[in-house]
């Protein structure tokens, strides 16, 4: 892997912006960060591999302590993401134990030459930039870059391993913290994960009474009488049939555990249902539950005669049947984007929410502001332009926009209800009309819609309850955003992708399976693309791009499968890369586009 000795020393840019978050106050610059080790970590809240690399960064910030310092900094791609106040939620909703700078207009963002959420840049103890890395998966590296730094600069004398600019902030008193989801429960109480408690609360009626906790409260994965949880989100109430068989009655998505958990309503007791624990990075060839390997499970619904699996961080939808106990893929390539059709060949991007109505299945498509279902083996866009169009538009169906929906509920009248998180709002898809409304504003980042009973619930996430709003029916024509960064200038025509990968040290490219590569390349609009689109097993490859498109995104996911290569029993590994490249036709751009998978 790399070795911080071989990399230039570039000088670091300072850090610019908005404020700070977890300094008690302080503002940072590099000069008071001198003598420690850096981890810059460009994130914004809104994305799952940004959250999955805070869970890897935890196990570092632990071991090395006081000399290494993450620096969250935080660029955000929504508009709501803008918002201080929204940001000081996240930092607190998703643990972040690090100081955080606020990049609204991603003025360091830009001094690092970041293109991709997340991106990492190690800074040394002298205020050098030595390592810059896209992506997650890289904590093996990052352990590694670290440790050589902190042996050197202990043996030449500038690391600081003493303080933490990192002042936690005071712990809030509210029943619920930030809650994710709920479900109706038989006799009319609500259940909803307490997702920044990390545990069930059971709700009477009137939604304020607590009935029991499910949950130690802490941050683990322990099953039984005493279960731990990690972040839960998803609920879904087994047919009784079906509980009765198994011996459990409602599946918890335990979304940061990379795991779902079954739970006993008579006695509280948890179990592991399915997911080893680990989160997934290639398929391992079993369908067995316990034996295959989830990421991020945000949402579930039962349909199909089994459990339907939102699984949000590898952009698909995955099937869980208790009774069979097997679990496996059931839409989505992994490619995020947006394409409808055949549930093996859809695109999807942070699905986040079910919700099953007869012959259909309902899901908001997170990160791309959609709203979509699957019927008769296809899935179909009801609401959602892309990755990069989001904003808070009523009417008809094709212009409307949303803003990172992440739940759903079907009512009575047939009509869908979607939590418009980003929005703080309460819209309407009317299937039969093919329009959307507003039914209530001003709610705090609502994350799921539940009925009982004929009352629509909200879980209202940010103001920590379960409420009822009053409803009503208006039209709304807010303002139509597009997310937008620095573009690259490339040739029209003829255009040479390569991706370029180099095993690590000790490592060689893994034929067992086939070819140890693959690229899928697609892109945003879709008539960018004129050849060159899809799926291949070369590094190279040549595109062609479509006349009449002055600018698009380019959408580039690269994997490699590697080996240990001297060893009597070696150990797989797979690099994975997501790329969204914004381009610009023009004359005077470049004939070759070149992206760097780092093992």
Known sequence: MAQPSKQSRVRAAELVGRGWLNTGGRSLDLASLRGKV??????TFCCINCLHVLDELRPLEEKYGDALVVIGVHSPKFEHERDPQALAAAVE????????????????WDAYAARAWPTLVVLDPEGYAVNHMAGEGHLEALDQIVGDLVAAHTAKGTLDPE??????????????????????????????????????????????????VIGTGERG????????????????????????????????????????????????????????????????????????DLSSPWDLAWFDDRLIVAMAGIHQLWYFDPAARTAGVYAGTTVESLKDGALDQ???????????????????????????????????????????????????????????PLGLAVLPDGRVAVADTYNGA??????????????????????????????????????????????????????????????????????????????????KLDYTFGSPVQVTVSA??????????????????????????????LQVVAQAATCDAEAEHPACHLTRQDWGVPVEIAEDGVSTLRLVLRA
């Open 163 to 212: 303080g933490s600019p990192y002042v936690a902030a005071a712990p809030a008193e509210t029943t619920l913290r930030f809650p994710g989801k709920a479900i109706e429960l038989p006799g009319g109480d609500v259940l909803v994960t307490d997702s920044a408690r990390h545990r069930l609360v059971r709700l009477a009626p009137d939604l304020a009474t607590v009935v029991g």
């Open 426 to 507: 309460l819209r309407a898809y009317d299937p039969a009309t093919r329009t959307v409304s507003t039914l209530a504003a001003g709610l705090a980042e609502p994350s799921d819609v539940v009925v009982v009973d004929e009352r629509v619930l909200v879980v209202e996430s940010a103001a920590h309850r379960l409420t009822a709003p009053d409803l009503g029916e208006a039209a709304v024509s807010g303002q139509h955003h597009r997310v937008t960064r620095k573009r690259i200038k490339v040739k029209p025509g003829a255009l040479r992708l390569e991706v370029l990968f180099e095993p690590a040290a000790g490592q």
């Open 221 to 292: 994965r322990d099953d039984g009488a005493e279960p731990r949880f990690n972040e839960p989100q998803g609920l879904a109430l087994l047919p009784e049939a079906t509980a009765a068989a198994v011996g459990y009655d409602v599946v918890v998505a335990d979304t940061v555990n990379h795991l779902l958990r079954g739970v006993r309503l008579a006695d509280g007791h948890v179990t592991t249902v399915a997911g080893t624990g680990r989160q997934w990075r290639m398929d391992n060839g079993t369908e067995h539950a316990l034996d295959v």
């Open 524 to 553: 945003d609009p879709p008539q960018l693309l004129a050849e060159g689109a899809g799926k291949g097993e070369e590094l190279g490859r040549d595109l062609v791009l479509a006349d009449g498109i002055g600018q698009g995104v």
């Open 38 to 43: 850096v981890v810059l970590d460009f994130w």
């Open 346 to 404: 859809v695109w999807m991007a942070q699905p986040s929410g079910l919700a099953a109505d007869g012959a259909r299945l309902w899901l908001v498509d997170s990160e791309t502001s959609a709203l979509r279902y699957v019927e008769d083996g296809e899935m179909h866009t009801a609401v959602g332009q892309g990755l990069f169009d989001f904003g808070h538009v009523d009417g008809p169906a094709d212009d409307a926009l949303m803003q990172h």
């Open 93 to 108: 909703r998703y643990g972040v134990a690090h100081p955080v700078l606020d990049d609204p207009d991603l003025k360091t």
